[in-house]
């Protein structure tokens, strides 16, 4: 029997959507934290998408839970209702959170693309961290969110091409990080991951 904690885990090193040097842990988030159970997860039932991305040469739709293939049925119909590239919104659902929507981290990112509190709880009409978290634990609404952010970092000429998903990960201002060697990682993963999704699944963008 495997554990997740759906709450902080190792997903979350992969990155968020908020400049990596300001992240801050939240007070709030203890209050939340408490109120989340830890879920057994049989092996057989869900598969580490990290080891597929990692070792497969084809991204491997099958082997997704029922609530994973929920929320990129989610993120496929978002992307058509709001006219954003499927590909490129699936890739950083991969790269943050393996399409689990239930998961917060340590420093306020929640949900499907781990949207910041932070950065963007305020900006996207929030109160407070618990109205936040409940929003965005929605995937369709953390899916808006997402691409809201996007379309505001993509005015921007240092997030033009590949590299609006480094603004995603670490912010404008990503190149002067101390951490902008994970960031272009980040990038570069992003990248791999679209590449792959949009060769094995050309129907979604249909």
């Not at 739709?61 to 978002?78: F, G, P, Y």
């Not at 379309?151 to 000429?157: G, L, M, Q, V, Y």
Request: aromatic letters at 12%; hydrophobic letters at 35%; proline letters at 3%.
């Amino acid at each position: 029997m495997r554990y997740y904690l759906i709450a902080a885990s190792t997903l979350f090193m992969l990155g968020s959507s908020c400049p990596d040097d300001s992240k801050r842990k939240l007070p709030e988030y203890d209050m939340i934290r408490d109120s989340i159970r830890i879920e057994p997860r049989d092996n057989a039932g869900i598969v580490d998408l990290l080891e597929v991305h990692s070792y497969q040469t084809t991204f491997i739709k099958d082997r997704l839970s029922s609530s994973q293939t929920d929320n990129v049925l989610e993120v496929i119909s978002a992307a058509k209702i709001h006219k954003y590239d499927v590909y490129d919104l699936l890739a950083i659902a991969f790269k943050e959170s393996s399409f689990h929507s239930d998961i917060i981290s340590d420093t306020g990112d929640v949900g499907l693309f781990q949207v910041n509190y932070y950065w963007w709880g305020k900006k996207l009409g929030y109160k407070n961290f618990k109205e936040f978290y409940q929003g965005n634990i929605d995937p369709k609404k953390n899916t808006k969110h997402a691409i809201d952010i996007l379309r505001i970092f993509s005015s921007s000429p240092r997030c033009k091409g590949n590299n609006l998903f480094a603004c995603y990960n670490g912010g404008r201002g990503w190149k002067k990080s101390k951490n902008v060697l994970n960031i272009t990682r980040y990038r570069e993963g992003v990248v791999k991951t679209r590449n792959r999704i949009k060769r094995s699944y050309p129907e979604w963008a249909k």
